[in-house]
């Protein structure tokens, strides 16, 4: 990556393949796992990530998301009143 950054290593792993028909030819695509200050901490994160694979999307999770998650499977069962506490609370 260019210029000066602390981290200036990206950690990506192939996730597949795909036709590209502007190129004429098959591309990579790619998942980035993270990004690491030295190569050898980038190769560190690579591995531990071959050895036990986690779900990249899923570790990019906003607190929105999760709280609209939650709340579609959590308000079904609790009380209106309930329900506006913990409105009131996430728009604090």
């Known amino acids: 990556m260019s210029g000066k950054r602390r981290k200036p290593y990206m950690v990506r792993k192939t996730a597949g393949w795909r036709y590209d028909e502007a190129k004429d030819k098959m591309v990579q695509e790619y998942v ?53 506490g913990y409105e009131a609370s996430y728009r604090v």
């Open 32 to 84: 980035i796992i993270g990004y690491a200050a030295t190569k050898a901490e980038g190769l560190q994160m690579l591995a531990e990530f071959n050895q036990n694979p986690f779900d990249v999307k899923a570790s990019k999770v906003t607190f929105q998301e999760v709280y609209e998650l939650w709340s579609k499977s959590k308000y079904p069962t609790i009380s209106k009143s309930n329900v506006h």
